[in-house]
């Protein structure tokens, strides 16, 4: 995470882009550093650390399902794709709000609705907790 929040970040600010205010990848790279600082290709990065238990999530649940009814000798394979998909819509389940902050907190532009004032995530991810 530590080392492709940056990645994201860049990536996340070239789509929500309206105005072509990124010229490239480079271009949005050094224009980050220059006017916000080098701490701000970190934006993001505790929801994104919270992402990375999707896979934990996504195996918890996948284990949990073959205890309660091991796969059986006959249909293995289509139990396991079920219990592969009720598990991956599980974890996508529990972890996609947390990309929803990710991405808000790594926009450029402050929510000029919310209570907080400045270039906080706290107003982002309040405003994404309050929809």
């Known amino acids: 995470v530590l080392l492709t929040n940056p990645v994201w970040l860049v990536k996340t600010r070239l789509q929500l882009q309206k ?3 990124y010229k490239g990848i480079l271009d949005a790279f050094s224009r ?3 006017e916000e600082g080098w701490l701000a290709l970190y934006r993001g990065i505790l929801p994104a650390l919270f992402l ?3 896979g934990a999530v996504q195996f918890v649940v996948y284990e949990k399902l073959k205890e309660l009814r091991p796969p059986s000798t006959d249909a293995g394979r289509s139990e396991a794709l079920v219990y592969g998909g009720v598990s991956k819509l599980a974890a996508a389940t529990a972890t996609y709000p947390y990309q929803v902050v990710k991405t808000r907190v790594q926009q450029r532009y402050p929510n000029t609705n919310s209570n907080f004032k400045g270039n906080l995530p706290a107003g982002e991810i309040a405003r994404t907790l309050k929809c």
């Open 32 to 34: 980050i550093i220059k």
């Open 19 to 21: 105005d072509q205010r």
């Open 52 to 54: 990375t238990s999707h």
